[in-house]
């Protein structure tokens, strides 16, 4: 080999060389790039997620918070007004008079259709009314006296409402807060001073011959009312059983004596 073909040898192997660096650094680097996009659009989602879950998570504990709060205004009769907060975070506050609808009756009958309860219901049946916290596709709210969660794939309860049948006693339970408040929403990032105020409270002892039962129709909610029936110790069916124009049915055979309390509230904000 001449001096000159091994010089063109030699510079086309470091030209080689070069362009394989080239090759390798943006190979490299387009890895790079692709990697920090991935874990940014991955880790944002993420932190999306966990934000989320904090917040419903917050929400759940606030309005848990609430409902012990506010029951202290259905137990006893000497306490007329409670007051609570909680921060919305983008979250929306929902109150109003049209909700669930519960019907309680006694051997048959609704005692709704009676004095003094009569003042309170309609045809007989207690609108229970609203008062929700939502956020996204997430709903945490306070029914006739307990709590519930709800989302698309349906809902639970978190906090029984007072609807006991106890068997032991022979006696049954049922006391209901129903919200009559002018229909109103708020949207916030800040916190939120929330008030309910006793408006009329209507008690009855009622004899039992045969049954309590409690329908509940118009909701939601009817997996979360279905557990808050069985977990007050009634013969729950979900869907209506025997009656299918109501969403669940509770069922007290054991009770000889029933005591209802009918609590209407105000929610302000």
Same mark, same amino acid.
């Given at each position: 080999?001449? *001096? ?8 086309? +192997?470091?030209?080689? *060389?070069? &362009? ?5 650094? &943006? /190979? ?12 940014? #659009? ?21 309005? =848990? ?8 205004? /259905? ?12 921060? /919305? ?17 006694? =051997? ?31 709903? #945490? ?6 709590? &519930? ?16 049948? *106890? ?19 708020? *949207? ?17 002892? #009622?004899?039992?011959?045969?049954? &309590? ?27 209506? +059983? ?28």
């Amino acid at each position: 080999m001449t *001096r000159a073909e091994s010089e063109s040898v030699g510079t086309f +192997g470091k030209d080689d *060389r070069g &362009v394989s660096e080239v090759v390798a650094f &943006v /190979l490299v680097f387009g890895i790079i790039l692709t990697s920090v996009a991935l874990l940014s #659009v991955t880790g944002f989602q993420a932190m999306d997620d966990y934000q989320e879950v904090e917040q419903l998570a917050n929400a759940e504990r606030a309005m =848990d918070a609430l409902t012990e709060n506010f029951n202290d205004v /259905l137990r006893y009769d000497g306490i007329d007004q409670r007051y609570g907060e909680l921060t /919305l975070r983008e979250g929306t506050m929902t109150a109003g008079s049209s909700g669930t609808v519960v019907n309680v009756s006694v =051997d048959g009958d609704p005692i709704g259709a009676d004095e003094p309860f009569s003042r309170s219901a309609d045809n007989g049946r207690f609108d229970v009314g609203e008062f929700a916290y939502e956020y996204e596709s997430e709903t #945490v709210a306070y029914e006739g006296g307990g709590l &519930v969660r709800a989302s698309d794939g349906g809902s639970v309860l978190l906090s029984e409402p007072l609807l006991e049948c *106890r068997a032991d006693s022979e006696t049954a339970v049922v006391t209901l807060a129903v919200v009559d408040s002018t229909d109103r929403s708020i *949207r916030s990032h800040t916190g939120l001073g929330v008030t309910m105020t006793e408006t009329d409270r209507h008690t009855r002892l #009622v004899d039992v011959d045969d049954s &309590v039962a409690i329908a509940v129709d118009e909701t939601e909610y009817e997996r979360a009312w279905e557990g808050a029936l069985t977990a007050g110790g009634w013969e729950a069916t979900e869907h209506g +059983g025997y009656d299918p124009d109501e969403d669940v049915i509770g069922v007290c055979t054991d009770a000889e004596e029933v005591v209802v309390t009918v609590v209407e509230v105000d929610v302000e904000y």
